[in-house]
């Protein structure tokens, strides 16, 4: 079978969600932990249950998630997929500075092939946020962004199948290195 596969959900979802249950659909293999909300718990959870290379799935708080853990543990991540990613926030209760230093110094890792889907009429998550990030984030040779014009959910048939595609375009790639 290849390298495992993991799916991190955001913040009001999980594994049965909309999106997870899409993903164990069209990927049978995909593991979907149960994470809480808390950024220091997720990662001690992802610390536990990533112990060698995989590909990445995350989604809103997971994409945040997997954005600090990555870190240091970015070796063991060989393509990511990130959905709607929570680097910035619209909520005046995560705009204090010390928050707002954790999501500037946010980056995708350039050594990392990923897919990035964001949603240019996001409530939750600035779309000008993704944007900053992805200019901080070059020069990145393999950053594949898709821009929706829709919310955050990222529901629609076209943002799903892009979504399908990219995963099977990460777990492609990451079988290549």
């Given at each position: 079978?290849?390298?495992p596969?993991?799916?991190i959900?955001?913040?009001?979802?999980?594994?049965?969600?909309?999106?997870?249950?899409?993903?164990k659909q069209?990927?049978?293999?995909?593991e979907?932990?149960a994470?809480p909300?808390d950024?220091?718990?997720?990662?001690?959870l992802?610390?536990?249950?990533?112990?060698?290379?995989?590909?990445?799935?995350?989604t809103?708080?997971?994409?945040?998630?997997?954005?600090l853990?990555?870190k240091?543990n970015?070796?063991k991540?060989?393509?990511?997929?990130?959905?709607?990613?929570?680097?910035?926030?619209?909520?005046?209760?995560?705009q204090?500075?010390?928050?707002?230093?954790?999501?500037?110094?946010?980056?995708?890792?350039h050594?990392?092939?990923?897919w990035l889907?964001?949603?240019?009429?996001d409530?939750?998550?600035?779309?000008?946020s993704?944007?900053?990030c992805?200019?901080?984030?070059q020069p990145?040779p393999e950053?594949?962004?898709?821009?929706f014009?829709?919310?955050?959910?990222?529901?629609s048939?076209?943002?799903?199948?892009?979504l399908?595609?990219?995963?099977?375009a990460?777990?492609?790639r990451?079988?290549?290195?």
């Open positions: 079978m290849g390298l596969l993991y799916y959900h955001g913040k009001d979802s999980g594994p049965n969600g909309v999106r997870s249950l899409f993903l069209k990927l049978p293999h995909i979907i932990p994470l909300n950024i220091p718990e997720r990662l001690a992802l610390d536990d249950l990533i112990q060698s290379p995989c590909v990445m799935v995350a809103s708080l997971g994409g945040l998630t997997a954005l853990w990555l240091e970015g070796a991540v060989k393509a990511l997929v990130l959905v709607a990613p929570a680097v910035g926030t619209f909520d005046p209760a995560y204090t500075p010390e928050i707002l230093e954790v999501f500037n110094g946010l980056v995708i890792p050594e990392i092939p990923t889907l964001a949603a240019t009429q409530e939750v998550i600035p779309f000008v993704i944007e900053a992805v200019s901080r984030s990145h950053l594949h962004y898709f821009r014009d829709e919310g955050h959910l990222l529901h048939e076209a943002a799903l199948n892009c399908e595609a990219s995963v099977h990460a777990i492609r990451a079988e290549q290195a």
